[in-house]
């Protein structure tokens, strides 16, 4: 079974920086795309940043400066660095993964609360 561990949340002033992990255990084939989510609260999941299978990354435009995504695939790891932090940056922010005959894992959300 796959699964995806989160880290890195917590609380941070705004304009402070937190970088966030995922970390992917078992077997995992043709993972064809790796990104971050977030869900404030009576807001709508979105994507956030995302890395495709070959190569490409993506960013809300919210974030666009701001937040950088990567991955190092020898850790199994996916990070998403994130500066310049403001207050409506504060949600839930989910790890996923597709692989490459479509199946969805996610983790369980790890909190990010930016406030003075």
Not at 63 to 80: A, C, I, P, Q
Not at 87 to 115: F, K, L, M, R
Request: aromatic share 10%; charged share 15%; with cysteine.
């Amino acid at each position: 079974q796959v699964q995806l561990v989160e880290s890195g949340g917590g609380l941070v002033q705004p304009g402070g920086s937190l970088r966030l992990s995922c970390e992917a255990s078992g077997i995992i084939f043709s993972i064809n795309f790796m990104g971050w989510y977030r869900q404030a609260p009576g807001k709508e999941r979105e994507l956030v940043a995302a890395i495709f299978s070959r190569g490409i990354t993506s960013y809300v435009d919210s974030v666009k400066g701001r937040f950088t995504v990567s991955r190092d695939n020898t850790k199994n790891t996916m990070y998403l660095q994130m500066n310049s932090l403001k207050p409506e940056d504060t949600a839930i922010y989910y790890c996923n993964i597709v692989d490459g005959v479509g199946h969805t894992y996610w983790g369980q959300g790890t909190q990010v609360t930016v406030s003075s």
